[in-house]
């Protein structure tokens, strides 16, 4: 947990409404960015500024409306005054839209595909880290980096490893949502269906991503550089939506300044580094107590095989003695009726006169 007031002594400074930071010229369109919306409609000035303000600026916007309101329409032709900015106005669906952002990647013009959900917030670079990993890759997924109260939490998952990847796959783990994924378009185009309806009870943007992920040809990599900030709705259910959009402000102000993103990423990294040395610490107890156990368990299974050792001395002894031709004669002998007399009669004089403490019966 990474603690980040928002009054920070650093001073920020104020965001232009046509400012952007440096622009890297490409010749052809670099990524597509879906928006979904339903209704947040008042961050989308904040989210879809985020996705303009790249470094990587040959890109299109396609803001998705599922079952929008007029203030959201009213919203939307402002931000439409950038001609990179399209929007597909669709009736509710039964969920989030799948199907409507399946539509609109059928004729996607980006090379890779980005998401951002309506009320988070991306770094200026997002686009051009994403474009640099999925060089050699069909998917990556960004840190997942979420602001809740004064604090950034992380919660990462690295792809390359097997267990992990697997792990998604099968939907056993859910570490990043909607903002903190990103694939080529055609990988997309390879899928068995895309983007689905999907079913009760199941989150859509996991759904999503257990399909790729479980494809034989996915070429799954993660990112470790914070490049997209997410704010949860459930914590913020109650915030009227001035106050979301004012507090989403706040943040695209530090994020678009050099200072203050350099400052968010130096103290993830610190964060990083202090909870991997905790994770080194408890992995070297958990070690130390695996071997104090298996050290007990093998004089346990040590002592039981000394005991199973004996136990088969023994009895092996007791069969050479019940087979010995002098104890079977002494058996004979005590069995005839005169012996057996005399030697009730000696008894008693034999053990008082021996201290060998032989029992004739």
């Known amino acids: 947990m990474i603690i980040l007031r928002e009054d ?3 001073k920020s400074s104020p965001l232009s409404k046509s400012g952007s930071p440096s622009q890297v010229a490409l010749s052809e369109l670099s990524a597509t960015i879906i928006i979904p919306t339903h209704d947040h409609a008042d961050t989308l000035y904040a989210s879809v500024k985020s996705a303009l303000l790249q470094t990587v600026q040959a890109i299109e916007v396609i803001i998705i409306g599922d079952g929008v309101q007029d203030v959201t329409r009213r919203i939307v ?12 106005d669709r009736p509710k669906s039964p969920r989030t839209g799948e199907l409507y952002r399946h539509q609109a990647l059928q004729n996607a013009r980006g090379k890779i595909v980005c998401y951002l959900s309506d009320d988070d917030l991306y770094f200026p670079d997002h686009v051009e880290h994403m474009l640099r990993l999925l060089e050699n890759a069909d998917f990556v997924n960004a840190l997942p980096l979420r602001h809740e109260g004064e604090t950034l ?20 783990i859910a570490r990043f949502g909607l903002s903190f994924a990103a694939h080529t378009i055609d ?9 689905r309806t999907t079913p009760a009870g199941t989150w859509t943007d996991q759904y999503m991503w257990r399909q790729c992920l479980s494809q034989p040809n996915c070429r799954a990599v993660s990112s470790f550089l914070p490049t997209v900030l997410g704010f949860p709705a459930p914590s913020r259910s109650t915030v009227e939506p001035p106050e979301r959009l004012a507090e989403l402000q706040r943040w695209l102000e530090r994020l678009l300044d050099p200072f203050e993103r350099e400052q968010i990423r130096s103290s993830c990294l610190q964060y990083a580094v202090k909870s991997a040395a905790q994770e080194v610490g408890e992995l070297a107890l958990v070690r130390e107590q695996l071997q104090l156990w298996l050290d007990s368990h093998q004089t346990q299974e040590q002592l039981a095989r000394n005991w199973e050792e004996g ?9 050479a003695l019940e087979s010995s031709p002098l104890l079977k004669a002494r058996a004979k002998l005590l069995a ?3 012996v057996a007399k005399i030697a009730r009669a000696a008894g008693p004089i034999l053990r008082r006169q021996s201290r060998s403490f032989i029992r004739f019966e």
Do not use: K, M
């Open 311 to 319: 136990h088969r001395a023994l009895e092996q002894r007791l069969t």
């Open 336 to 338: 005839a009726p005169l």
């Open 187 to 195: 990988f997309y185009r390879t899928l068995p269906y895309g983007w």
């Open 8 to 10: 920070s002594h650093l």
């Open 77 to 88: 032709r402002d931000l439409q005054s950038d001609s990179r900015v399209t929007f597909l």
């Open 153 to 172: 939490t992380i919660n990462s998952v690295d792809l390359t490893q097997a267990s992990n990847l697997s792990r998604v796959a099968d939907g056993s």
